[in-house]
């Protein structure tokens, strides 16, 4: 779901449907009843692929060694916002 204030999507949790409209409705429901959304995906859990804990050195270890991946090597134009 994407909040009013936000502009990123964020995982709200986990519901069982029997189609995709029927899983929007339903996560609506669920999720947004104080109103605080403005959009809402959802994804069949067959269609997630994540990395597994017993290999998150050897994946997650080479990221240390690019720092021009950190943002604090870039100055932002005054124009660019929500960065």
Do not use: N
């Not at 502009?7 to 519901?15: A, M, N, Q, V």
């Not at 339903?26 to 994540?50: C, F, H, K, L, N």
């Amino acid at each position: 779901m994407r909040s009013k204030q936000g502009l990123e999507h964020k995982h709200c949790g986990s519901l069982h449907a029997a189609d995709a409209p029927q899983a929007l409705q339903m996560a609506r429901d669920v999720y947004t009843r104080r109103q605080e959304g403005v959009s809402i995906w959802v994804v069949p859990s067959a269609a997630i692929t994540a990395s597994e804990s017993a290999h998150k050195d050897a994946f997650f270890d080479p990221m240390a060694d690019k720092v021009y991946r950190h943002p604090s090597f870039y100055a932002l134009p005054k124009a660019v916002e929500h960065m």
